[in-house]
């Protein structure tokens, strides 16, 4: 597989490797381990697979029941004048 990167203009083929991701769903956060996708070696954007967009959105409509609770911290960021 080797698409054009939507994101910059590298020539280098993407290379598929597990990554982990963060979604967040009614401000529930889901976080997906060993996530099979395509990495622009260049830029680092990542590309997935429909069928893996739709399997992510599948576990997101119930609460899981073969997943681990995380604990993790929310941090802002805000812009502060002066
Ligand atoms: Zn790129």
Same mark, same amino acid.
């Given at each position: *597989?080797?698409?054009? =990167?939507?994101? =910059?203009?590298?020539?280098? +083929? ?11 769903? =009614?401000?529930? &956060?889901?976080?997906? +381990?060993?996530?099979?996708? &395509?990495?622009?070696?260049? =830029?680092?954007?990542?590309?997935? $697979? #429909? $069928?893996? *967009? +739709?399997? *992510?959105? #599948?576990? *997101? ?10 604990? #993790? &911290? ?6 502060? #004048?002066?």
């Amino acid at each position: *597989m080797n698409y054009p =990167c939507e994101f =910059c203009d590298t020539d280098q +083929e993407q290379v598929q490797k597990p990554v982990t991701v963060t979604r967040q769903r =009614c401000g529930q &956060w889901f976080i997906f +381990e060993q996530v099979p996708a &395509w990495v622009c070696p260049n =830029c680092g954007h990542r590309y997935f $697979e #429909a $069928e893996t *967009m +739709e399997s *992510m959105e #599948a576990h *997101m409509t119930t609460t899981p029941n073969n997943a681990r609770p995380v604990t #993790a &911290w929310a941090i802002s960021l805000t812009e502060r #004048a002066g």
